[in-house]
């Protein structure tokens, strides 16, 4: 790849354009953008699916996991749940889906603000925060799952072992056959990461080409300045 | 070993399959030979069955998980219920609670609603807890079954009820005021705007008394014109009212539609108006009533009707308009034709322009054309009047002809095709004929004594064809003896191919049915759970409704209010401690959401028995006068904890602490 060391970018500068430096800075604005309105537009669609299959629910039981809440057959669930003295699972992530809308919010300026205004060496900072969103969302679920397979009323009913109930794929619950996927929301997470990561090696290619690379900090300051700010002169 | 004889087998069924098909294709050939496998003709030799067996058997059988194509809805006779029939399979699908308490529907077991339902049935001072069910009748739009509502009579008591079919439950039962029992009902006008019951044997209106003496004076028949109210599902009592009618003994009525709607059809027997005295040396009814050649049919213009009743013609007898005999004669409301003597149905063709009316008596059946009928009204041309001032209509010019069916035609329903299958009590068969030119073109045995007779959608506008069913009053030989009392029949018919085909027998042992409406499945829209609350009554939430934490019991001086829930598998609460002479006022809510996950509630001893099915909700009232422990339980095997599903109800002695 670009072996440019950063205090000698002007010695092996690519052979790109200007314009086209330009025009790869707004993609870089643009991806940073459109990953942060994936990350918005999952708030608002569903990110988890469990089936819940028994002879007595040919149809199965569905529970549909979003950032904001839990829904599907609820109800049902937590009064099957209460025979082995599982909490009520709309008790589970209270906090989390509260402040959902504010932490996307929040991840997605901070998505922008990454790409466009750190510095080189900062710049995976931008796919790690990313990442940050569907990681935590997968362990944070795994964490609640934990606690509500091992937080078994002592005196309920049925007496079991306490388990963690699968995340993905299909797993045996008592006389249920659970299976777990992912939904379109984490889907739209990941491709804003995907987004986020071609962000990243744009960002890299255009800071390997940056005129003030020797001045770079945790804050990149050509980036937020004007179109040809940290640009070399115009080649001969 | 077993996976190829069952391959065998369904390699067999396929064969058969398209033997059937061909055979169907081809018309009215007797079934080609089945090329059946060795395994399935070694079944077939084993049990005896015929190729026409195996085929039937084929048309009818449901594998576990199919769904039938259509529903019937019969009248469950003595029962008092009416029961809703799967077809092809004929299996029963449920009994439906309505003049009778039903513990299962915990209809009448002290449920407030279900108990007023019942309540509203009353007729005197002794509670009725069965019924005569004779007709069940669909509701209509345009003159076709809409599905929504299905009402049915009681002769014995003189009472129509109204079934939601929203959630199968009956919601209002109207006893008649005016009339000592009834038979020509409950049939709907195309659109439902009326629920027709006509009287049966004739008495004083009002049901007062006077002596037997006075039957001509005295004694009267009546057309009641129930008035249905579509956004309340409900019969609508002052809006209802009912045209005077001569001591006849009126039979079976029918709607006219389409170019005769706003005409009703009722026939009669016993113009003759004889009343028996055998002790006195007098002939019976049945010899007395027999003794004129013709009845007389009666039709009634009802739209005409309900606007002298609106002009304040009518007077009011028990709280209901009647369009007095004399106006209902003069102001050309009725009008009377010869009929063979003692017919049975009275049955207007789908296309509404024709009434066919079985002989019983005579081997006919007569087809009255309606046109023919408008025209001697509009022209006055009356052959005589009857005793009471009521024009009689020429019988020859009214009709288009008879059939000659066979002996004691009673009922007719129809098919798409222009065919109509009459019921043929005593030679015991059903007859196809056609409408076209009255020419029989088919008949098939029934397994015995068929009376009535259903079809497809038979009924309206649009029949659909493909079965009808024979219903039998007998069945002799047809089921395992269990005693005396012989199961009833109903006998599958397909009626696709040219030549009829009995299908299946299904035994009913409930009651003796009478009339019965099949009606397309998808029609039907009934909920599969209440939404949590709900008083199936009101079909609103009962104010009574209770969530989950809000369970509480409350006190008012000797008044106990309990609100309770129930969900698998504890009621909340399940403790309750009155004091003997307390008046008790449960109040349950069924907190399931989930299909089928009913709950059944009983405090024993008290004959207090409750359904509560997903969402219902439920209120009891009674007085604790027995002191002592009752356990409550509920009484429907809901899951696994079933059993613990259960708490005290304690009665402590008066004065004790």
């Known amino acids: 790849m670009d072996k440019v060391s950063e205090d000698k970018p002007h010695r092996s500068l690519p052979l790109v354009s200007v314009e086209r430096r330009i025009k790869e800075r707004w993609i870089v604005v643009l991806l940073a953008v459109a990953a942060a309105a994936l990350y918005a537009f999952s708030l608002t669609v569903p990110w988890w699916h469990f089936t819940l299959f028994a002879p007595q629910y040919p149809k199965g039981l569905n529970l549909v996991i979003s950032l904001t809440g839990i829904s599907g057959d609820v109800h049902e669930v937590n009064m099957l749940n209460h025979y082995i003295g599982m909490g009520h699972i709309d008790d589970a992530a209270i906090f989390e889906r509260q402040m959902a809308a504010y932490g996307v919010g929040a991840l997605g300026v901070g998505a922008i603000l990454v790409a466009l205004a750190v510095g080189k060496k900062l710049s995976p900072l931008m796919v790690l925060l990313g990442l940050s969103f569907p990681v935590g969302f997968l362990a944070d679920s795994v964490y609640w799952l934990y606690r509500f397979g091992h937080d078994l009323d002592p005196k309920a009913p049925l007496r079991m072992k306490v388990f963690t109930p699968q995340m993905f794929g299909e797993g045996v619950i008592g006389q249920f056959r659970t299976i777990a996927t992912p939904e379109l929301g984490f889907f739209l997470a990941l491709a804003g990461v995907v987004c986020l990561g071609v962000a990243l090696v744009l960002r890299r290619r255009i800071c390997g080409s940056c005129g003030r690379a020797p001045q770079c900090r945790a804050v990149c300051t050509s980036l937020l300045i004007g179109p040809r700010a940290g640009l070399p002169k115009a080649a001969p | ?657």
């Open chain 2, 1 to 657: 070993m077993k996976v190829k004889l069952i391959s065998a087998l369904i390699g067999g069924a396929a064969i058969v399959v398209a033997a059937v098909y061909g055979c169907s294709k081809a018309g009215p050939t007797p079934p080609a030979s089945v090329g059946a496998s060795t395994s399935v003709k070694d079944l077939m030799a084993k049990r005896g069955l015929s190729e026409a067996d195996v085929e039937a058997a084929l048309r009818t059988y449901m594998p576990t998980g199919k769904l039938d194509d259509y529903m019937i809805f019969a009248s469950g006779g003595q029962s008092g219920q009416v029961l809703a029939i799967g077809v092809p399979s004929m299996r029963l699908l449920k009994v439906i609670g309505v003049f009778t308490p039903e513990p299962w529907q915990g209809y009448g077991y002290g449920g407030n609603d279900g108990n007023e339902v019942l309540a509203q049935g009353k007729q005197g001072t002794h509670a009725l807890t069965w019924a005569d069910v004779h007709h069940p009748n669909l509701s209509e739009t345009k003159g076709d079954y809409d599905g929504k509502f299905l009402f049915v009579n009681d002769k014995a008591n003189a009472r129509v009820a109204v079934i939601d079919l929203e959630d199968f439950m009956t919601k209002q039962i109207v006893a008649n005021p005016l009339v000592a029992s009834d038979h020509g009902g409950a049939f709907v006008t195309p659109n439902t705007d009326y629920v027709i019951e006509t009287s049966q044997y004739p008495a004083p209106l009002g049901r007062e008394y006077a002596p037997l003496s006075e039957y001509k004076d005295k004694y009267r028949g009546l057309a009641m014109f129930w008035k249905f109210d579509r956004t309340k599902g409900r019969i609508d009592k002052d809006a209802s009212w009912a045209v005077e009618l001569p001591p006849y003994t009126q039979d079976l009525a029918d709607a006219g539609k389409l170019v005769s709607d706003g005409y009703v059809f009722i026939n009669s027997f016993n113009t003759e108006m004889a009343i028996g005295g055998t002790l006195d040396g007098k002939p019976p009814i049945e010899s007395g009533a027999s003794q004129n050649d013709m009845d007389y049919l009666h039709v009634i213009d009802w739209k005409k009707a309900e606007a002298l009743i609106a002009a304040g013609k009518g007077t009011v007898i028990k709280g209901i308009r009647v369009l007095p005999l004399a106006v209902a004669g003069s102001e050309g409301v009725l009008h009377l034709i010869g009929e063979s003597k003692s017919p049975h149905g009275v049955d207007v063709t789908p296309d509404g322009t024709e009434i066919v009316v079985g002989g019983k008596l005579d081997t006919h059946a007569t087809v009255f054309s309606f046109a023919k009928i408008k025209a001697l009204i509009d022209e006055k041309r009356y052959e005589s009047r009857d005793a009471y001032g009521i024009p009689v209509l020429p019988f020859k010019d009214s009709i288009r002809g008879q059939a000659e069916i066979g002996l004691g035609p009673l009922h007719t329903v129809f098919d798409d095709k222009g065919f109509a299958y009459t019921s043929v009590f005593i030679d015991s068969v059903v007859a196809k004929w056609s409408l076209k030119d009255l020419k029989v073109v088919d008949k098939t045995p029934a397994h015995y004594n068929i009376g009535h007779i259903l079809a497809a959608e038979g009924d309206t506008v649009s029949p659909d064809g493909h079965y009808v069913v024979a219903m039998n009053k007998m069945s002799l030989d047809r089921f395992a003896n269990v005693g005396p009392l012989f199961p009833q029949n109903f006998q599958l018919i397909d009626i696709d191919g040219e030549r009829m085909r009995l299908l299946a027998d299904m035994p009913i042992g409930i009651g003796e049915p009478h009339y019965s409406q099949m009606i397309k499945m998808d029609k039907l829209k009934p909920i599969k759970i209440y939404k949590v609350g709900t008083n199936p009554y009101t079909g609103k939430r009962d104010p009574f409704a209770t969530v989950g934490g809000k369970e509480r019991i409350e006190r008012k001086g000797d008044v106990v209010d309990v609100y309770m829930t129930a969900i698998r598998s504890h009621f909340t609460p399940d403790q309750i401690v009155v004091e003997e002479g307390d008046t008790v006022n449960l109040h349950i809510t069924s907190l399931e959401q989930s299909e089928d996950q009913t709950h059944g509630f009983t405090i024993n001893m008290y004959n207090i028995d409750l359904s509560l099915e997903p969402g219902k909700h439920e209120n009891v009232t009674f007085k604790a006068d027995m002191p002592g422990v009752y356990p409550m339980y509920c009484t429907e095997f809901c899951s696994a904890l079933h059993l613990e599903m259960a708490g005290y109800f304690l009665v402590r002695p008066k004065g004790t602490k």
